[in-house]
């Protein structure tokens, strides 16, 4: 157990605290701070290079100095139930990886699959899986190359969890990071939050609630294929807001850009259907997971070009222009309220949790 | 959610009939977590007059909840024959070393619920289990809980018991206003506690201590409706109890819930973290229903931890301190690293700071 620094600081007395360092918790995997904490304190000193530090959804690299470079990614891939509205672990499992690459500028071409089945799993649910996976690797376009099948004793998964790699390929003169944004940028989402995460929750059946969302699950890279034709030099950053939701993505290009976000929560699209839930729940849509969300930071001169053409591609209809990029305060958040305050938006602390009332 | 209830037009509209009725500082505190939450969430204090100071009161049940019950949920919940259920936000609340996620990562059955119905329907699925309920919370969940403890009686339930407490609102409101230190003027009841239990009980204590009180909603809107008519009273100098939630809350209340509550639990003196002893500001099950009190039935009645003397927290819940002015706020004491309850919970004062702060 780590006491941190409060025992300097005078007048603190409160409960001690507890960092979870001497053991994993669920809010390690919940993709915001905890999850970052257990990177920057574990997995980047003790893998440090250059192409790890960049800090972005893909490591990218040249085979050699002046040569055509790549991007190349892993996820792993692990949900409860396995099957739910608008997808499954297959198809998140391809779309994941295939978007971990897209938004990087790359051109998605091969992943390879990792297969650990829990015994007893039904050979059916496997053929179900496998089935949309290649149905997923299809609609991107995409190549599943080389894979590996491991069975663990019943008890030791919780069914199948599927890790998948991608290469990609990115074009001369891309250069797409979130180290990239700029004062004046202007912030574009592809189109509502929140509904990959409250269609697995509903699926879960945990709580009595009737809902007809479906999860957002896409492959992204013809969405970004089609608004780098539009305006590639002048697209910044583009990431994939997935676990932690959109507010734990923008805080993290604002910190790797150094700059300030300022987003306005009247032109942030959230479904009736998922707000609804989220009323209930005490949930912050801003927080919940997408799984085929694009966020698009560019110059502002191509901002209509690019949000044009993103409606005309496939996931892009909804597109809509939801803040802007200033230079102070630098790697904060920050958003004008519905009714006119304003407050900063931090990212995701540990676990979601519902409140009690 | 596109109600009436957040219109920006609307709301502006409040602030500016506060902004014309205040011509002198006000300390107004809100009593509900649910409301400091809304205020934070919706950047509310930057756009009241700077004469109005808002105090977030002790109404989150997940903060107030005493050391000692929190470990007793802990020691439960260690035991291979429970499962344990609670609502979310208490699976981060420290006990003296641990809290309930260390404990699941442990091998402990610790599941989310929303309800105590669905901790009952988990306990008719798993007779051979030992299925226990965290009944915390106000007025406001008293009455679900005592249905859940009922039902388990119906249904002749051997394995079902409540980790139960209950805290209530108006012995806290004297406490505040019986403190030498208070600062507060005029308060914002809380409108879901009045829902259950009406607002009879509060025009005594207004009369008492001569503070004007609003039963106050969680929109935006109503909480400008609740702080205009605060500042009102206090500007006119009248003391009453006047009701800002009209569409849900009533003067008596709803008499099923507030039956339900009677039938199944008592009085008692509680505990609040941060605060200590408040005489009578608690309820227990009543002696009938005492095979459903998981204190008794795990024997954990002798865990009685010390609790530090020093945290702000109570000053906090008080409204004598704000989280920033607290030495740990932001540094040692983040939502993710909580030292304290009140940076624990989403309805926490310190932690809606943390999430809301202004900018």
């Given amino acids: 157990m780590t006491h941190d620094s409060t025992s300097n600081l005078p007048g603190a007395a409160c409960p001690l605290p507890l960092a979870h360092t001497d053991r994993i918790v669920m809010g390690h995997g919940s993709g915001g701070k905890m999850s970052h904490d257990l990177i920057a304190r574990l997995f980047i000193p003790a893998f440090d290079n250059p192409i790890l530090r960049a800090g972005d959804d893909a490591g990218v690299f040249a085979a050699s100095k002046g040569t055509a470079r790549y991007a190349l990614t892993t996820d792993c891939h692990v949900v409860t139930p396995l099957f739910f509205p608008g997808g499954d672990i297959g198809r998140l499992a391809v779309c994941g990886t295939v978007n971990d690459l897209a938004v990087m500028g790359a051109t998605p071409r091969y992943l390879t699959a990792g297969f650990i089945l829990e015994e007893g799993l039904e050979t059916a649910v496997l053929e179900q899986v ?102 590639a030099p002048e697209i910044h950053v583009l990431r994939d807001p997935t676990r932690g939701g959109l507010a734990t993505t923008l805080n993290e290009i604002a910190r790797q850009s150094q700059v300030c976000i300022h987003l306005n929560e009247a032109s942030i699209p959230v479904r009736p259907a998922v707000a609804a839930v989220c009323e209930m729940l005490g949930f912050d849509p801003l927080y919940v997971a997408n799984e085929g969300k694009l966020v698009a930071i560019v110059a502002p001169g191509q901002a209509e070009a690019v949000l044009s053409a993103m409606h005309q591609a496939p996931y892009g209809a909804e597109a809509v222009i939801i803040g802007e990029i200033t230079a102070a305060p630098n790697g904060r958040v920050l958003m004008k309220t519905a009714i006119g305050g304003t407050r900063i938006v931090d990212m995701l602390a540990g676990e979601m949790l519902p409140r009690i009332c | ?86 609502y979310g936000d208490m699976l981060r609340v420290p006990g003296v070393d641990r809290d309930l996620f260390s404990v699941r990562a442990a091998g402990g059955d610790i599941r989310v619920v929303y309800s105590p119905l669905d901790a009952l329907r988990i306990a008719q699925q798993n007779p051979h289990k030992q299925v226990v309920f965290f009944a915390i919370g106000f007025e406001t969940t008293a ?92 500007e006119s100098g009248r003391v009453e109890v006047r009701n800002a939630y009209e569409r849900v809350v009533t003067f008596e209340g709803n008499h099923a ?32 229903f005492q095979a459903y009190d998981a204190e008794s039935r795990f024997q954990v009645g002798s865990i009685q931890p ?39 919970s989403s309805e926490g004062a310190c932690a809606a700071y943390y999430h809301y702060p202004a900018s």
């Fill in chain 1, 130 to 231: 496998v089935r949309s996976m290649q149905a997923a690797a299809a609609e991107a376009g995409i190549q599943i190359v080389a894979g590996d099948t491991k069975v663990v004793q019943k008890g030791s998964a919780d069914g199948l969890f599927i890790t998948t790699s991608g290469l990609g390929t990115i074009p001369e003169g891309i250069h797409i990071s979130g180290n990239n944004a700029r004062p004046g940028d202007v912030v574009i989402l592809s189109g509502p939050v929140g509904d990959h995460g409250i269609a697995v929750l509903a699926a879960r059946g945990e709580i009595e609630m009737e809902t007809d969302v479906q999860s957002d699950v896409a492959p992204l890279n013809r969405l970004v294929a089609a608004l780098l034709a539009a305006a």
């Fill in chain 2, 1 to 86: 959610m596109f109600t009436p209830y957040r219109s920006p037009s609307l709301v502006q509209a409040t602030l500016a009939e506060i902004r014309q009725a205040t011509s002198q500082p006000w300390v107004i505190m809100e009593i509900c977590g649910g409301q400091t939450h809304a205020i934070l969430r919706y950047g509310m204090e930057q756009l009241l007059p700077p004469e109005t100071e808002l105090v977030h009161g002790p109404g989150c049940p997940v903060c107030v909840t005493s050391l000692d019950l929190i470990e007793k949920a802990l020691a439960i919940a260690s035991d291979p024959q429970v499962i344990f259920t609670s």
């Fill in chain 2, 143 to 234: 009455p679900a809980n005592a249905m859940s403890v009922l039902q388990a009686k119906a249904l002749g339930l051997k394995n079902y018991s409540a980790l139960v407490s209950h805290v209530c609102v108006p012995p806290a409101l004297s406490a505040i206003l019986n403190s030498p230190a208070n600062r507060v003027q005029g308060f914002l009841l809380a409108g879901h506690v009045c829902a259950v239990m009406g607002y009879h009980q509060y025009p005594s204590l207004a009369e008492q201590y001569r503070v004007p009180m609003v039963v106050t909603g969680f929109e935006p809107l109503d909480i400008a409706r609740g702080i205009l008519e605060t500042v009102k009273l206090l």
């Fill in chain 2, 257 to 288: 819930a507030q039956e339900a509550i009677a039938r199944v639990f008592e009085p008692c003196d509680r505990k609040w973290r941060g605060i200590g002893a408040i005489p009578l500001s608690g309820w227990k099950l009543r002696p009938e």
């Fill in chain 2, 306 to 344: 010390e609790e530090s003397p020093l945290c702000i927290a109570g000053q906090i819940l008080q409204g004598l301190k704000k989280p920033p002015q607290c030495p740990a706020f932001g540094r040692a004491c983040t939502p993710e690293h909580p030292l304290g309850a009140t940076m624990v």
